[in-house]
């Protein structure tokens, strides 16, 4: 049993790739497509991804900052990047 406990642990926060910036910390976004995406999100969602890609924060960095658990920081940071993620591919970011 625990060592089934300790697989699920390695494997529930994996690190996910872009193949874009989301933002850049030290310039500002430099695709119109992916800034009006961004200003398109919620302002939780927008916010943790900001500090999750923008600040280079962990999970558990973000839920202590905003107050709220781990599992809402995934899930805004879920949502954000299937939307992000949409809206680069269709170029609609009517949702």
Do not use: H, W, Y
């Not at 302002?43 to 280079?56: C, I, K, M, P, T």
């Not at 960095?61 to 905003?66: G, H, K």
């Not at 920081?73 to 949502?79: E, G, N």
């Amino acid at each position: 049993r625990s060592v089934c406990i300790d697989a699920r642990r390695v494997r529930r926060f994996e690190k996910v790739t872009l193949d874009f910036d989301v933002v850049d910390s030290q310039d500002s976004i430099r695709d119109p497509l992916l800034e009006e995406a961004l200003a398109k999100l919620p302002s939780e969602q927008r916010e943790a991804v900001e500090l999750r890609f923008g600040s280079d924060l962990e999970i558990n960095e973000i839920a202590q900052a905003l107050g709220i658990s781990r599992f809402s920081v995934r899930r805004r940071i879920q949502s954000a990047l299937k939307f992000l993620e949409g809206a680069m591919k269709d170029g609609d970011l009517d949702g």
